[in-house]
């Protein structure tokens, strides 16, 4: 069996004796191991695009400066190195 056919066992006790028992019978249920995955994805990308946006308005014009300026130079930095 190649490794990606292999599925990962589930870490929930419940659901790791449910693949037990079905691969010991022979009656193995379809396991889906990406049951809510795409819901806290969405959530993160949520928070993430809102929590981006709310500490940009909270900035003042002079924070972002410094900001910027402290980022710039750190790239700068790591490019002389190379």
């Not at 191991?33 to 709310?54: E, F, T, Y």
């Amino acid at each position: 069996m190649t490794m990606s056919k292999i599925k990962k066992r589930p870490r929930d006790f419940n659901q790791l004796a449910v693949q037990i028992v079905g691969e010991a019978i022979g009656d193995l249920p379809e396991y889906n191991n990406d049951i809510g995955s795409n819901q806290a994805i969405a959530l993160g990308r949520l928070g993430g695009l809102k929590g981006g946006q709310a500490r940009a308005n909270k900035l003042t014009p002079e924070r972002r400066k410094e900001i910027a300026q402290k980022a710039a130079k750190v790239r700068w930095e790591t490019v002389k190195e190379v």
